[in-house]
C-alpha cells in the first residue's frame, strides 16, 4: 500500500467516524475570545433575511459569524481604538479569509471603524445563544436532509446558482474525500464536505483540503 492510498484511507475513515446524529451543538463557553479582522455590511442588505431568519436592519446591533450560535452576544473590542460594543449574532459570514466577523452598519460606527471598512478586533462571547433557529435546506441532493440537520459542523467548497456545477464539484469531492453533499438554501447550491461533532474535527480536514488546493470555510449547520 503506497503513501498517497494510506492518506486517502486515513481521511475516509476520519470523515466517516464524523458522520453520526447528534443530540445538541457544544456548548461555547461564556469568555471564549477570538481574533482577527471585522468588516461591516449596511443598506445593500437591509430588509433580507439573514441566515438566522431573522431581517436584516444595518442600523441595530448585530452581527454575521461563521460557527457561532445565532443569538449569541459577542463584546467587539476594535483593538485599534479600544471601542468596544456589544452585538447579537444573527447571520453567517464572512466569507472571506483572514475576516471573523461581520457587523452590521451601526456596529461598525459604535466601533469606529465605518469609513475604513475593517478592523483589527477581538470578540467575545457574553452570552450563549440556543443556536440552530432559522435557515435550513429547502432540499438536500444526494445525502440525509435529517442526518444534515444534526451535524453541528461543515465545510463548504463551492456555492452555485446552476445545479449542474454544484453536481460536478460534488462528483470530484466524492471521488477524493468520500464525503461531499449539496444542500440548497434558496437558490443556492451549496456543496460541502463532512459531518463534524466540533469544530477541531473539521478543521483537520479543512487543512488536508487546502493543501489539495481547494478554498472554502468552515462553517455550523442551523
Given at each position: 500500500m503506497n503513501k498517497k492510498t494510506s492518506v486517502v484511507i486515513i481521511l475516509c475513515l476520519l470523515l466517516v467516524?464524523?458522520?453520526?446524529?447528534?443530540?445538541?451543538?457544544?456548548?461555547?463557553?461564556?469568555?471564549y475570545t477570538e481574533k482577527g479582522i471585522a468588516s461591516w455590511y449596511g443598506d445593500e442588505f437591509k430588509g433580507k433575511p439573514t441566515a438566522s431568519g431573522e431581517i436584516f436592519d444595518p442600523d441595530?446591533?448585530?452581527?454575521?459569524?461563521?460557527?457561532?450560535?445565532?443569538?449569541?452576544?459577542?463584546?467587539?473590542?476594535n483593538l485599534d481604538n479600544g471601542k468596544t460594543a456589544q452585538l447579537k449574532i444573527n447571520d453567517r459570514g464572512p466569507f472571506v479569509r483572514g475576516r471573523i466577523i461581520d457587523c452590521s452598519k451601526k456596529g461598525a460606527k459604535e466601533l469606529g471603524y465605518y469609513s475604513a471598512g475593517t478592523a483589527k478586533v477581538r470578540i467575545e462571547v457574553v452570552k450563549e445563544g440556543k443556536g440552530r433557529s432559522g435557515e435550513s435546506p429547502t432540499e438536500v441532493i444526494d445525502g440525509d436532509k435529517n442526518k444534515i440537520l444534526d451535524e453541528t459542523f461543515t465545510i463548504q467548497v463551492g456555492a452555485f446558482k446552476e445545479i449542474e456545477n454544484?453536481?460536478?464539484l460534488r462528483e470530484i469531492l466524492l471521488k477524493k474525500f468520500g464525503d461531499a453533499y449539496i444542500a440548497k438554501f434558496k437558490d443556492?447550491?451549496?456543496?460541502?464536505?463532512?459531518?463534524?461533532k466540533n469544530e477541531k474535527e473539521a478543521e483537520m480536514i479543512f487543512e488536508i483540503l487546502q493543501k489539495s488546493g481547494y478554498e472554502g470555510f468552515i462553517t455550523r449547520n442551523d
Open positions: 467516524g464524523c458522520i453520526k446524529k447528534l443530540p445538541k451543538p457544544p456548548e461555547i463557553e461564556k469568555g441595530k446591533m448585530t452581527a454575521a459569524h461563521k460557527t457561532l450560535p445565532f443569538g449569541t452576544i459577542v463584546s467587539v473590542t454544484a453536481k460536478r443556492f447550491y451549496r456543496v460541502r464536505v463532512g459531518h463534524f
